[in-house]
C-alpha cells in the first residue's frame, strides 16, 4: 500500500537518526530505542496524508483524493497506537471518501448524459446510491437526472424521433421502480410511460411498411429495427425483418448490377 510504504519509510528513517545519534557501543551500554520520536514520525506522515487527500479534495481531483481517503481507511487498524493523537478521525476520513464519490457520480453522469447514454448514468446513480442511500445531495443529483432523461424524450417525441423516444420512454419503464421516492419534477407513470412507447412503435411500424411497398426494403428494415431496439419482444415486426431480409437477399443475388443495386428504390 501507498501509505503503508510511507510508514515503512518513516520508520526506517527515525531508526537511521537514533542509530547516527547514539553514542558507540564501546564507550557506552546499549540504549531504548526512542520510540516516541517513531510515533512523531509516523503521526506526521500520517497526517501528511490526510491532508494530500483533503487538499486533492478541494482542487476537485475527487479520484486521486478517494484513492488516498481508501488507503486511509485500509491500514486505519495500523494507527490504533496513535490514533488518538491525529487531528482527524475515521469518521473524518470516511467523510471525505464519501463526498469524493458522490460528486464524481456527478461528474460522471453529467457526462453520461451529454452524450445521450441515459443507461449509464442512471447506472451511475443507482451504484452510488447503494452505497450512500441516505445522501440527499445524491438524491437530487439522480432525481434531475431523471427529469433530463425524460424531458429529452419528449423532445424526441416532438420531433418524431419515434427511435429515440422509444428507447426513452422504455428505459425510464424498465427504471420505474427506481424512481419512487425521488422528488423529480417530471410525471412518470407506468400507464404515461407505456402510452408513448405505443405511439413510437405504431409509428415506426408504419414507416416501415411504407418504405416496404415502395421497395425500399433496405430502409424498412433499418426502421423496424429501430423499433426492436425498445420493443425487441414485438414477434410481428420481428417477423416483417426477417421476411424483408430474406426477399432483399434473393433480389441482390438475382441482379444483374450486383448486390448494392437492390433495396435502395426511390
Known sequence: MFLSSLIVGACASANRSVVSRAPSAAATPS?????????????????????????ARN??????????????????????????????????????????????????????????HYTKALALYQAALKDYPGDEALRAGYAGAVDEIKAGGDRALAAKNFSLAGKIEKLLLKNLAAFKGLKTT???????????????????????????????????????????????????????VETAKAQLGKLRSAAPGGPGSVGKRK
Open 59 to 116: 482542487l476537485k481531483n475527487y479520484g486521486p483524493a478517494a484513492e488516498t481517503y481508501r488507503t486511509l481507511l485500509e491500514d486505519w487498524d495500523g494507527f490504533s497506537a496513535f490514533a488518538a493523537k491525529l487531528t482527524f478521525s475515521r469518521g473524518d476520513v470516511e467523510a471525505g471518501l464519501r463526498i469524493c464519490h458522490v460528486s464524481l457520480c456527478a461528474l460522471q453522469a453529467r457526462q453520461e448524459l451529454g452524450a445521450e
Open 31 to 55: 540504549l531504548p530505542v526512542d520510540d516516541s520520536r517513531k510515533d512523531l514520525d509516523l503521526i506526521a506522515t500520517v497526517e501528511e496524508t490526510k491532508k494530500a487527500a483533503d487538499d
Open 186 to 240: 417530471a410525471v412518470l407513470n407506468g400507464e404515461g410511460l407505456l402510452e408513448a412507447i405505443k405511439v413510437c412503435s405504431t409509428n415506426l411500424t408504419s414507416r416501415g411498411l411504407a418504405e416496404y411497398r415502395k421497395g425500399n426494403l433496405a430502409k424498412a428494415i433499418e426502421v423496424w429495427q429501430s423499433l426492436l431496439a425498445f420493443e425487441p419482444e414485438n414477434t410481428e415486426i420481428k417477423k416483417a
